[in-house]
């Protein structure tokens, strides 16, 4: 039901030939099969350099721990939800985007060992991938927190490092209540991170909610679902620790830049279709 309400809000997603959008689509995702076993094996090696296979393996036997444990809150799990305004504060949340990082960096490694990716674990059972569409096919929702996301691309583009960008959002009332768009996370075809955006209301139509409100939510995007993948949805949610206060910022600029927009007469500067990405940030991790 959840997947079918975002479905409908999505405004974007008109106008896209499945056969036209297919073949680009899949043009850019050539890039993401066929990875070679021994070219998963370097990453992986890579993510352990410099320690032992005992040290190395006990090592992530903890962090996949930390990942999967079980716990009554999200706020539990992600090292989330601290907000003091004193020195221990701050040193918690610095300690919960290191932590962040390392989540990242482990998801990706596992799945490399296995020559997969968070794309193509995203694209799992998908055989033709189309501009537009929402991957995996009913979108992704967590009951528990609350949260949900989705995945797709627009039709390639020369020159452009980003394949598609996974759109997060949060629905604080529950999967029939109001939904609210957080962030974008742009990645490339072998799903590194490339770019954080936000984008105009118009773009993903969804429940607007002002910077404030929004910046609040982002602590409750907690993904602990098995579909496509446990990894992806940890991974996704690292991403979203590891960047609070970057995420925060862009929604700040997202409210000011649709405050100062000027558009045409008997148009809503959050309707206007000349206004779409909001704000930005680079990574280059």
């Known amino acids: ?28 995702w050539g890039t993401c099969q066929g990875r070679s076993a021994t070219a998963a094996g370097t990453t992986a090696s890579s993510f352990a350099k410099g320690v032992t296979s ?23 799990t992600s090292g989330r939800g601290r907000r003091s305004a004193g020195p221990g504060g701050i040193w918690l949340m610095s300690a919960a985007r290191d932590q962040a990082r390392t989540e990242i960096a482990f998801c ?17 059972g998908v055989t033709d991938i189309a501009a537009w569409e929402h991957y ?26 980003e394949h598609g ?3 997060c959002f949060l629905r604080p009332e529950g999967p029939e209540g109001p939904i609210h768009h957080l962030c974008a996370v742009g990645v490339d075809a072998h799903g590194r991170l490339v770019r954080l955006f936000t984008v105009n209301q118009w773009v993903v139509g969804d429940d607007w909610a002002d910077a404030d409100t929004t910046i609040a939510l982002l602590a409750q995007f907690d993904m602990q679902m098995p579909r496509p993948s446990y990894l992806v949805n940890r991974w996704l949610t ?33 309707e206007d279709r000349a206004l779409e990405v909001t704000s930005e940030l680079l990574l280059g991790r």
């Open 136 to 161: 995996p096919p009913g979108e992704v929702f967590d009951p528990a927190s609350n949260a949900q996301w989705f995945y797709h691309c627009h039709p390639a583009e020369k020159g452009s490092a």
């Open 54 to 76: 005992t040290t190395a393996s006990r090592a992530a036997s903890r962090r996949y721990a930390a990942i999967g444990t079980a716990t009554s809150s999200p706020e539990a």
């Open 238 to 270: 690292a991403v979203l620790v590891a960047y609070e206060d970057e995420i925060a910022a862009l929604v700040r600029q997202r409210d000011a830049v649709i405050a100062a927009h000027q558009p045409p007469e008997g148009v809503a500067a959050r």
């Open 108 to 124: 990706e490694a596992v799945l490399a060992k296995g020559g997969l990716n968070v794309l193509s674990e995203t694209f799992a």
């Open 165 to 167: 960008h996974f759109h």
């Open 1 to 28: 039901m959840c997947g079918r309400s975002a479905l409908r809000r999505w405004g974007a997603c008109q106008g896209c030939t499945a056969a036209t959008a297919s073949s680009r689509a899949l043009r850019r």
